[in-house]
């Protein structure tokens, strides 16, 4: 089964593009920003297993700072392996090797490999699995030695992260003597069956399968759910709880609640219901594909679909951003999408999208419907790629639509929680396995087309090779350029994606009257593709149009989109801003004007937007009517009217300014 972690390798981005851009910059750039900021907080020595100061701070309860440093480390070394595999970097490759062999050096006897465990408290193992993280950073251990395998060829990762796995299928699992435990930040559900999938390795796909189905059992250890079992274990009262659980026995914060099977809204914290749900897919996917049979494939692919079309209908920003909660980082009751801080949340993970990202791709295998690609492109383009700066060395954590004086549109170089840094650059490292997925039986082929930028994908159909290339100005127009290179005995099947927002519309060149749309991608069948190696398709929709969130959001507001992009308006366009662009309002009906910009330090072209606005301003109580009732009226007149600037959400917080930005402004 194909996994875009291994299969990136088989597509080039060649010609300049936005995406290419992007991980140029990583490559030049982020990877080593990000190395020095692992060594300068101490992180990149952990697993050498020296005790380092911080280690005595247990300021943050439950889990320290040091507890998760495995899985920075782990998310580093696994997006450094990605971009070796494009270009090769001698610094880069030496920091890769020398933590490869700590994290071998790291390894107990038993098999155990968790530094905080094993350096701040030996004898606490596998006594919180709900908060301490060792199983979420054992999973970013396993993507790691994965990625190490595929590009060095050896294993000098792998041989001691599936001796770990080995040991923890003793300690968790069914049998009577064992933990009947599932993490409480899931992740090592996908990576265990990464692993099986490249090694065939039965013990990381029962470890997994037993995760996925055990989670929510509410008698699974001497009648309790795990969780509260392993409370009672440590003796901690039930009102003893991080901030993140709202209520004691909350599991829904760790979507411990139910089973899967019998969730029917996406809760709690959000990258952990997304990298729950991608395992979740995962073994779906090996047995829809025939690789490893799962009885019950077509109830959790039923939860899959419920739980998605409840998060993309009533839990997801115009942006794809998810979770409006700031206290656990993750998802509101439907409809509760605030802007900002000021108005009652929206947090916005960076990891976050990224988790939506990697489950969308995992359901196209299971179901090819334009709607998980384009949430991916939605994703990509818009809640992630704002996570990183132009110069590659700022990113975010949280990514509002509206900024306020507590919380203004800015970035860092780095968090003392530091997840998102490394996953936006694993990202980018293996983009090319998200453009496309192909596959082949006999000599029928095909490829489905998901994402539209300049590349190429060439991948072997018996001792011969396809090689499809794209070309395009994606996302700024909507002309792409196909050239098939197939062996004359080959029968190839396109598939091509046409986003929602196209509504329908685009051109193909040579046009083909049998050509049908199947759940929004366009099936070019060998008829086609056999007489048209090269082909062209026009596809509308990038022309600005105004977007609103639900109308249960109760927010009356407009946002404006061009292509795959959402637009916010900043204070660096628009200096006369004052207060976060809180009382800025536009009408559906007002024209638009485009412009080709350039930011000038970078040189980073883009499209900017201009229409008109006005701006409202409410008369506040004279000081004698201050207190009297709630509801009086509070006159609204316009102000002033202004030209506004539109810039895409993505380029925010690169410029400078005051930190003024907003998303959605008042609908006239």
């Not at 908060?131 to 251990?141: F, I, K, V």
Request: hydrophobic share 35%.
């Amino acid at each position: 089964m194909s996994h875009p972690q291994t299969l990136f390798a088989q597509t080039e981005f060649h010609g300049p593009s936005l995406l290419q851009s992007r991980r140029s910059t990583i490559a030049s750039a982020t990877a080593k920003a990000q190395l020095q900021k692992l060594k300068d907080t101490g992180r990149y020595r952990c697993f050498s297993l020296e005790r380092q100061p911080i280690y005595e701070d247990r300021s943050r309860w439950p889990c320290p700072a040091p507890m998760y440093w495995d899985s920075d480390v782990a998310k580093w070394i696994e997006g450094a392996c990605y971009l070796l595999s494009d270009a090769y970097d001698a610094e880069v490759d030496a920091a890769v090797r020398e933590l490869a062999d700590m994290i071998r050096g790291a390894q107990q006897e038993d098999g155990y490999l968790n530094t905080w465990f094993t350096i701040a408290e030996p004898g606490r193992r596998w006594t919180n699995i709900r908060d301490q993280h060792e199983l979420y950073n054992a999973g970013h251990l396993i993507e790691a030695a994965l990625a190490h395998s595929n590009y060095y060829k050896n294993n000098i990762m792998l041989e001691p992260i599936e001796k770990y796995v080995k040991y923890i299928s003793t300690v968790i699992g069914p049998g009577p003597d064992q933990k009947h435990a599932y993490p409480g930040h899931p992740e090592i559900e996908l990576a265990l069956l990464r692993l099986y999938t490249a090694t065939g390795n039965k013990e990381a796909y029962e470890l997994a399968r037993y995760f996925v189905e055990e989670r929510g059992n509410q008698t699974g250890q001497d009648g309790l759910p795990y969780y509260d079992w392993e409370r009672r274990q440590r003796g901690d009262s039930p009102w003893t709880r991080s901030d993140s659980y709202q209520m004691h026995d909350s599991n829904w914060y760790t979507q411990a609640h139910a089973p899967i099977l019998e969730q029917k809204s996406v809760e709690g914290h959000a990258v952990r219901a997304m990298y729950l749900l991608t395992g979740v897919a995962d073994l779906v996917c090996l047995d829809e594909l025939g690789i490893k049979s799962f009885a019950c494939k077509g109830d959790y692919h039923q939860a899959l679909t419920r739980l998605w079309n409840n998060m993309v209908d009533k839990k997801m920003y115009l942006t794809g951003g998810i979770g409006s909660m700031w206290q656990w980082e993750g998802f509101g009751i439907d409809y509760f999408l605030p802007q900002g801080s000021d108005e009652g949340g929206c947090y916005n993970e960076t990891c976050a999208s990224i988790g939506v990202i990697m489950l969308a791709e995992r359901l196209l295998h299971l179901d090819l419907n334009s709607k998980y690609a384009d949430i991916m492109e939605l994703c990509l383009y818009n809640a992630v790629m704002t996570g990183l700066s132009l110069e590659g060395t700022e990113f975010t954590y949280v990514n509002q639509l509206a900024s306020s004086d507590a919380d203004r549109n800015r970035r860092e170089d780095w968090f003392d929680t530091s997840c998102c840094p490394p996953n936006v650059m694993r990202l980018f490292g293996s983009l090319g396995g998200y453009l496309w997925d192909h596959g082949c039986k006999g000599m029928d082929a095909y490829i489905n087309i998901h994402l539209y930028t300049t590349a190429k994908v060439t991948f072997p159909v018996g001792d011969k090779q396809i090689v499809l290339e794209q070309k395009s100005n994606w996302p700024w127009e909507g002309n792409v350029l196909f050239l098939l290179q197939a062996p004359t005995s080959t029968n190839v099947t396109l598939r091509l994606r046409i986003p929602s927002w196209a509504r329908g519309k685009f051109t193909l060149t040579p046009s083909y009257k049998s050509a049908k749309l199947e759940k929004g991608y366009l099936m070019l069948p060998p008829a086609y593709t056999t007489s048209n190696k090269a082909f062209s398709i026009q596809i509308d929709g990038f022309q600005p149009r105004f977007i609103s969130p639900h109308p249960y959001t109760n927010q009356n507001t407009l946002a404006l989109a061009r292509g795959p992009l959402i637009y916010c308006v900043e204070d660096v366009d628009n200096p006369w801003e004052q207060d976060h662009f809180r009382n800025v309002g536009i009408g559906s009906d007002s024209e638009v004007a485009e412009s080709d910009e350039v930011v000038d330090q970078i040189g980073e072209r883009y499209i900017a937007l201009r229409t008109a606005c006005w701006i409202r301003k409410i008369d506040d109580r004279a000081e004698s009517e201050s207190g009297v009732e709630p509801g009086l009226l509070h006159p609204e007149t316009v102000a002033a009217q202004e030209d506004l600037t539109f810039i895409p959400y993505y380029l925010r917080a690169n410029r400078g300014g005051k930190g003024h930005m907003r998303v959605g402004l008042l609908k006239r």
